[in-house]
Structure formats: structure tokens, C-alpha cells
């Protein structure tokens, strides 16, 4: 079947893996589902064993052995080379998505830099939808990286590396050296010839909010770029340890804090405006958890790097026993809590963030399945935000922040509360909507958060690359696989909307973007996630067996 326009580059998998944060996926390539041919049988084997035609071993640095790809492979048909090397059929939506997703391609003198947020000539308004996002670029990156075109992604890290490095005021503010922009935009003087950037760090945003996400993306990305092409040099150049050192200062330094997780603004993140998720949200402390894991794999152990890796090493283990003792909830945990005693002072204290057990909403009661479990949204003083967020629980799987039994209960959870989190367009990006009263006091009568719309429950195609990450991680492909299956039925038809409207997500939303990049990006790196799983070696990283979990079972995790 011929797909998309002729001649786009394609290539056969070659995310040869290696070292302490790989896992072996040979249980997943015996199910039904996911049929994948190799020249040899992954049944005996890891995939830190596997290198593909061309590749050869490389060693050394700061990530425990990686392995440099073979050449790519250009189908002569224009479909993707996964789906021309397996078993699968592609879906005729596939062509259709990578030739919308190469209409976003942003060019800075000559070469490809990024993809726009959203390519919809329809809107009268464009407002920043024209501007590379940080965190939008993500999906995208990891699909041209999947296809063998790393070159897009090289040039992106590379000039935010730059961005990053110039001076950036809110009014009189001075920003941390740290921070890297939230967005970027490229602005062509066809008189002169000459093309210029201009980058956003939260000056220009709603609220006026610095993201404190895009430099924990940034060195998830660097890290997907190095284990896909075995290309040990960018992350080792002095530019990038230099970045990543200066986004870690922002998040190492020692202050008043009691916590080991990250103290945020409301609107710093994917959920960018304001949404009751100041403090410590989950998003936000699964992406620092991820990126702390990642760049403890690339920095180096010199003089400058040595002193940032013990520390690196330090907070994960009190991030790690932090997030899985008092941000997990499952049905005894929440049946525990139901029971807290109050005001309770000394070292002894079981309640020990003071949670008043009648704060706990009534909608949880009924949701809380007897087997399965998510981390809640937000846990600081006296506050317990039980709301259910979907990015914040995928990473949660795919960084191994979530131990295996907790991975596994939050699938259990999607299982059993299909209807709520995935309904008829996947996925939920937080549960339940705020409405009424709450909704006038926690959004300030937002207009655009109304109940079951855009960040207040609205449904989100993007995270599909997530949760079908999760998925494969997890042993459970058949979850993903349903998810996309509703997606294809709308996707395509309703123009790549930006997010869904109403409690099943049956609606376009009321102010949605079409052809939203990362909705394209989103689709195309789930399916080929579940085409060749041996690419969730560049998303995902496997448990560090130093990190103990908490020793305390609940019944969920047992049963």
C-alpha cells in the first residue's frame, strides 16, 4: 500500500541497546499482538544484545555502552520502513500524518529546527501557535529520531543550547542562567536574506509563567537522541554538559525547602494556565525524576560534572521513597487515610502532611477500583490534590519512578476505569473536571478551562505516545493498541484536533487547534512503538535496583 508522498526518508529501527537503564522486552514479542520479525529470534535474548546490520559496538563515556546504528533503510514505496520491515498493515491515516506532520517543519537558514505548535490556516487567530514549543517538539523529535532522521533533532538541541544562554528579564526580573525558553520562533527577512530568532522564557506567556518543564525535556530528549543513533558526542560536547549542569543548578540548590520535590508556580508546565496544580505536581516531579535519571547516565565524571552526579544520586533516592510512600494511592492507602488522626506532632506521625480526612472528595470513593492505583496529583501541607494526571502517571511508568507493582496498578486503573480516563478519545489529561464554585475559585472563572474542556478534563491525543509507552513497558500492548484503535476513527476525519470536549471526549474542543503537531507526532510514535518495541529503548528506563522501594505492600499490589 503506498503512503504519504514519494521519496520521505525512512529507516528500519536501530535503537541497539545497551546498559544498567535497558530492560529486556523479549516477554512482549511472544504476545499475539505484537508480531515483529528479526534476521535472529529475540526469544533467548535482550535487546542489549541486539545490533542491526552496519552497527557496531561503541563503549565508553558516561552511558554504560551504546551501540552506534547501521545505515538506514529508504523504502521505495514512501511508507515508513517499521511498518515495510513487519507483519503490520498500516493504517491508512499513516501517510496522511507524516505528510502533516512535514508541513510543520520549521527551517532556520537552510535546515530543519523544529515543528510548530499547530498548522491550522482555518484560525484567524494565530496567537503562538506558529512558534516551536519545547515541549511540543518532543513527540515530533521522537518520531523523526524512530524514522532515522536524527538531523532535525541534533539541530534543535543544539540551538536551544543557545537560547538558553541569553539573557533573560521578566520586566525588571532577572531569570535563573538555567532556564531554557518555553518557545522559539523564526522570523525570515526575505529583503535582507537573513533569518533571526526570538525566543519566549515566560515574558510572553499567560500569566506570565516560566516553564519549568522544557529543560527536564530538553535532557529527555538529548538522552532519546544518544540511545537511538549511538552518537556519544553531542551529549559529551562542553556546550551540552554546560546545559545540563545549569538546568540541574536551578533544581539542586539547597533552600528552605523540606521536601526532596520541586516547589511550582501554577501554569509551569503542559497544564499552562491556572489549574490548582501549584506546589508540587505530579508532572513535574515524575519529568525531574526522569531527567535527573537521564543526565546522571550522560554527564561526565569530571572536575565540573563529579560534584553534580553525587548530588544527582543523592536526591534520587529521597525523590524515589518521597514519591512512592506519600503520593501513591491505592485502596488501602486511601482507606488509611479515610481513618487519619489529626494534629499530630513528633517524628511518630502517620499522617505526617496533616491531611484532613474529610478534604478527601466524594467522587473518589466510588473511582477507586479495589485493585489499582495512580499517584495522586499534588501532596503538600495539609493538601492532598486526589485528582488523577495522565503525563504525570505515564512518566511515572516510563522513567521507573513507579516500581513494577505500581506500573502495574495504574494500567489496572485505566482497565477499569476505561469509560473515565480513555472514553471515545484517548486520554484524559486530568479526572475529574473542577465545575461550580470549585471551578470559579480554583481557575478564576476561566473561560477556557470550563468543566470537561482543554486542561479541566479535556481528552488529549497527544499523550497516546505516552500511554502506549507505558503499555509496552508494562506488558500490556493490548491497552495501546485499543486506545489508537478509537483514535483512528476520528483523528484524520476531525482534522488532528488539539484536544476533545465532554466527559467521553466525543467533541472537537470548543477552542481547539486542527492539525496540531503534536496530536500528528503523538499518533505516529504510538504506532510505531507498537510496530517495533524495541524503540521504547530511547523513551524508557529501567528500574535502578539501588533505589529500594517502599517495603509496605497494599492489597492492590499483591492481588
Not at 487567530?125 to 532522521?149: I, T
Not at 479541566?456 to 485499543?482: D, M, Y
Amino acid at each position: 500500500m503506498e503512503l504519504g508522498a514519494a521519496g520521505m526518508r525512512r529507516s528500519a529501527s536501530h535503537n541497539s541497546l545497551s546498559g544498567s537503564d535497558d530492560f529486556d522486552l523479549t516477554h512482549l514479542l511472544n504476545k499475539p499482538r505484537i508480531n515483529v520479525e528479526r534476521q535472529r529470534s529475540f526469544d533467548d535474548r535482550s535487546l542489549s544484545d541486539v545490533s542491526y546490520s552496519g552497527g557496531h559496538a561503541r563503549g565508553g563515556g558516561g552511558f554504560d555502552g551504546m551501540y552506534s546504528p547501521g545505515g538506514g533503510l529508504r523504502s521505495l514505496v514512501g511508507t515508513p520502513a517499521s511498518s515495510a520491515l513487519h507483519s503490520f498493515e498500516p493504517h491508512p491515516i499513516v501517510g496522511d500524518a507524516w505528510e502533516a506532520l512535514r508541513r510543520s517543519l520549521v527551517f532556520f537558514r537552510g535546515q530543519p529546527l523544529g515543528t510548530i505548535a499547530a498548522f491550522d490556516h482555518a484560525s484567524e487567530e494565530v496567537l503562538n501557535y506558529d512558534q516551536v514549543f519545547v515541549r511540543d517538539f518532543v513527540p515530533s523529535a521522537m518520531a523523526f529520531l524512530m524514522n532515522g532522521e536524527p538531523e532535525i533533532v541534533k539541530n534543535f538541541l543544539l540551538k536551544t543550547v543557545l537560547l538558553q544562554g541569553w539573557e533573560k528579564k521578566v520586566d525588571r526580573f532577572k531569570l535563573g542562567e538555567g532556564a531554557m525558553p518555553a518557545s522559539f520562533k523564526v522570523l525570515h527577512d526575505d529583503k535582507k536574506g537573513v533569518d533571526t530568532l526570538h525566543a519566549d522564557f515566560g515574558e510572553s506567556a499567560i500569566g506570565r509563567v516560566a516553564p519549568v518543564d522544557s529543560g527536564f525535556w530538553w535532557i529527555i530528549l538529548l538522552r532519546a537522541y544518544t540511545k537511538s543513533t549511538g552518537d556519544l558526542t553531542l551529549a559529551e560536547r562542553p556546550e551540552c554538559q554546560k546545559a545540563m549542569r545549569l538546568i540541574l543548578s536551578l533544581c539542586l540548590s539547597e533552600g528552605f525547602d523540606t521536601f526532596p520535590t520541586l516547589l511550582c508556580a501554577d501554569g509551569c508546565c503542559m497544564i499552562d494556565r491556572r489549574m490548582g496544580v501549584y506546589g508540587y505536581p505530579i508532572e513535574i516531579q515524575s519529568l525531574f525524576f526522569m531527567a535527573l535519571r537521564c543526565a546522571l547516565l550522560m554527564l561526565k565524571h569530571d572536575a565540573e560534572g563529579k560534584d553534580f552526579v553525587e548530588r544527582i544520586a543523592t536526591r534520587l533516592h529521597a525523590l524515589s521513597y518521597h514519591m512512592r510512600s506519600y503520593f501513591w494511592l491505592d485502596f488501602q492507602q486511601l482507606n488509611d487515610i479515610y481513618r487519619y488522626k489529626t494534629e499530630e506532632y513528633s517524628h511518630t506521625a502517620v499522617n505526617k502532611f496533616n491531611v484532613i480526612p474529610d478534604s478527601i472528595p466524594d467522587w473518589l470513593f466510588d473511582f477507586m477500583p479495589c485493585e489499582g492505583g495512580f499517584f495522586v496529583g499534588n501532596v503538600s501541607p495539609a493538601r492532598m490534590d486526589f485528582r488523577w494526571f495522565a503525563l504525570g502517571n505515564m512518566i511515572a511508568i516510563v522513567s521507573s519512578l513507579a516500581t513494577p507493582e505500581q506500573s502495574m496498578a495504574i494500567m489496572d486503573l485505566i482497565e477499569e476505569r476505561w469509560e473515565e480516563l480513555i472514553g471515545e478519545m484517548p486520554l484524559k489529561i486530568c479526572y475529574p473536571a473542577i465545575e461550580n464554585h470549585e471551578w470559579r475559585i480554583v481557575t478564576g472563572c476561566d473561560p477556557k478551562n470550563t468543566r470537561w474542556s482543554y486542561h479541566n478534563g479535556g481528552s488529549w491525543p497527544v499523550l497516546l505516545w505516552l500511554l502506549t509507552a507505558a503499555s509496552i513497558k508494562t506488558g500490556r500492548p493490548q491497552i495501546a493498541r485499543r486506545a489508537i484503535d478509537l483514535a483512528e476513527r476520528r483523528l484524520l476525519k476531525d482534522g488532528w484536533p488539539e484536544y476533545y470536549d465532554g466527559k467521553l471526549g466525543k467533541y472537537v474542543g470548543k477552542q481547539a487547534r486542527k492539525f496540531q503537531t503534536w496530536s500528528i507526532a503523538g499518533y505516529l510514535v504510538a504506532k510505531m512503538l507498537l510496530e517495533d518495541p524495541s524503540h521504547l529503548g530511547m523513551i524508557a528506563l529501567e528500574e535502578d535496583k539501588a533505589m529500594k522501594p517502599v517495603l509496605r505492600r497494599s492489597a492492590s499490589w499483591t492481588n
